[in-house]
């Protein structure tokens, strides 16, 4: 299996708020983590380590549910609204269950992310993210998991 694109819903974004100025709100992103997945993925941690580095100058992503009035989850009309700056620091923290969480910073465009910062606002300050990757190589084990051996972040989604 080559070049297909996953979606997993990972863990949150929260706003810094000590960070922030007039045009950009900073995040601290929750991206993606090693080990097995909910959706019958593997990753390992030197998988993870190895790809770190993909996630940076990829988008922000989100989409207007009007339904609800909230950010929305992977919808084709999904749009940029920020970006993972290429001067980053990515750092790998442990989970409470044991894997390695890879964190990144992050950029919205205030001025430019339609109804975003109120629902940002609304919600004390942080919304769930989903990442989305590229998968370069992997292979199905016996047991039905999919091992992810290399991939490319394409796009962080803000739900």
């Given amino acids: 299996m080559a070049n297909k694109l996953l979606k997993f819903d990972v863990a949150d974004a929260k706003i810094e708020p000590s960070s922030n100025d ?7 992103i929750k991206t993606f983590a090693s080990g097995l997945s909910k959706n019958g993925t593997y990753v390992s941690e030197e998988t993870l380590r190895s790809t770190a580095h993909t996630i940076l ?10 339904k609800h009035h909230d950010a929305s989850a992977h919808e084709p009309s999904s749009v940029p609204c920020g970006f993972v700056p290429s001067v980053n620091s990515l750092q790998f923290e442990s989970t409470e269950d044991g894997r390695l969480m890879l964190t990144v910073s992050a950029k919205i465009w205030k001025y430019y992310s339609g109804y975003l910062m109120d629902f940002f606002a609304r919600d004390n300050l942080q919304k769930p993210v989903s ?3 590229e998968v370069i190589d992997a292979e199905e084990r016996p047991d039905g ?3 992810i051996k290399d991939f490319n972040y394409a796009a962080i989604s803000i739900l």
């Fill in 22 to 28: 007039r045009q950009f709100a900073t995040l601290h």
């Fill in 57 to 66: 100058e990829k988008p922000l992503i989100w989409a207007y549910d009007a």
């Fill in 131 to 133: 990442v989305e990757i």
């Fill in 145 to 147: 998991i999919l091992d």
